[in-house]
């Protein structure tokens, strides 16, 4: 069965800490990102990739860091630089070149 | 950079009247225009997309209108069902990849 799929589906966070959301897709794509989802906003990007062992800024990186080190995989890792870290995280994978993206169901962080 | 404007921020309908959804952006080059669909606790699922090379697309009860003189673009729903209730993201790409930006998205309800 293809797709993407993300773990944890539900994370909390403690002060000073760093947590690492898991991307895991199995549809042979190049191209991967990771979008932040708030309230009432459309989807940020924090992080894209379109090789392995290469990645680039989004619109809102300060915070966040990435690495690609497998096609298959794409961790994104909350620092505790993030102040403001409780949100819906969505990743993504596409064929590089062809627009369409396919979502995972989203990981949702909260802070304790 | 490129950013994308979507109205109204929620839309409610009684079960078969049509919906409409409307985004604008602000870069001509934009080319690639796709629409997701996400459900509650879900990751966006593409419901249908367009290229700037025509000006509509129809897939069964979803169409979508583009003017690129206008730089406008809308989502159109026919015959609702209760299902169709979900949060609606326009976008826009000028590389279909990596540049892709979000409106805020579209709460529609479809009343029984």
């Known amino acids: 069965d293809g797709g993407i799929t993300q773990s944890p589906k539900y994370l909390f966070r403690k002060e000073g800490q760093n947590v690492t959301l898991s991307c895991e897709q199995n549809l042979n794509h190049d191209a991967m990102y990771w979008y932040r989802q708030d309230p009432g906003q459309g989807l940020r990007l924090i992080y894209y990739?379109?090789?392995?062992?290469?990645?680039q800024k989004g619109d809102i990186a300060e915070g966040y860091s990435v690495s690609r080190e497998k096609k298959e995989s794409f961790p994104l890792t909350v620092t505790s630089a993030q102040k403001n870290p409780t949100a819906f995280y969505l990743c993504a994978s596409s064929i590089v070149g062809q627009g369409i993206q396919y979502f995972g169901a989203g990981t949702r962080l909260s802070v304790l | 950079g490129e950013n994308v404007e979507q109205h109204p921020s929620t839309l409610s309908v009684q079960e078969g009247d049509s919906a409409v959804i409307k985004c604008t952006y602000s870069d001509s080059a934009s080319n690639y225009f796709p629409w997701y669909k996400q459900e509650l606790g879900k990751g966006p699922q593409l419901i249908i997309d367009i290229r700037s090379n025509v000006g509509e697309k129809k897939d069964q009860r979803i169409a979508v209108t583009l003017n690129k003189t206008a730089k406008h673009f809308s989502l159109h729903i026919t015959e609702t069902q209760p299902e169709d209730s979900a949060v609606y993201f326009c976008?826009?790409?000028?590389?279909?990849?990596?540049?892709?930006?979000f409106g805020a998205g579209t709460r529609l309800t479809v009343k029984p």
């Open positions: 976008a826009a790409s000028i590389n279909n990849n990596n540049d892709m930006r």
């Open positions: 990739s379109q090789i392995v062992n290469d990645f």
